[in-house]
């Protein structure tokens, strides 16, 4: 299945290269692209419990999705996961 999900936080192609070698990780998820502009992430994933870890992992990560809270928390976390992407 594919999908596109759009989230908070994502800044700069620092962000995109952490979120994409993240979600490339989680097994059965693939095509993973990430659109700076739009702050949105299109993947193929195999079922529900695998769209949910990434969702989770993009949590993690400082990348909530649209909707969900936003708090000081996960920008701080979305400013490390940034400089990570940026450094590798």
């Known amino acids: 299945m594919k999908t596109t999900i759009y989230i908070q936080n994502l800044k700069c192609g620092g962000c995109a290269n952490t979120i994409t070698k993240n979600l490339s990780t989680i097994e059965a998820v693939s095509e993973v692209t990430v659109n700076v502009e739009e702050s949105s992430i299109s993947l193929?994933?195999?079922?529900?419990?695998?769209?949910?870890?990434?969702?989770?992992?993009?949590?993690?990560?400082?990348?909530?999705?649209?909707?969900?809270?936003n708090g000081l928390g996960a920008k701080a976390k979305s400013y490390v996961s940034c400089a990570i992407g940026k450094m590798s």
């Open 44 to 69: 193929t994933y195999s079922n529900d419990e695998k769209l949910a870890e990434v969702k989770d992992k993009l949590k993690v990560l400082g990348y909530p999705e649209d909707g969900e809270a």
